[in-house]
């Protein structure tokens, strides 16, 4: 009787233990998603500011 109430505690703790790691997996990836959506809005930022200097650069070269 012992060797069939270990097997099924071991089987809980087994369970228990994939659920946190599922769980903190979860919530990294949720982090990485919010870290790569900031970045994204940072380039997209620096692409338009770097856009309107070269307007800005080819007008006063045609200009000259």
């Known amino acids: ?3 069939p109430m270990f097997a ?3 089987g809980f703790t087994g369970l228990a ?3 946190v790691l599922a ?4 919530l990294e990836a949720q982090r990485l998603a919010r870290q790569v959506t900031e970045s994204t809005r940072r380039i997209n930022r620096a692409a338009e500011d ?3 200097a070269a307007v800005s650069t ?3 070269a045609n200009s000259l």
């Open 1 to 3: 009787m012992f060797w």
């Open 58 to 60: 080819a007008r006063s």
């Open 23 to 26: 769980v903190r997996v979860f």
């Open 50 to 52: 770097l856009e309107r």
């Open 8 to 10: 099924v505690a071991a």
């Open 17 to 19: 233990v994939l659920g």
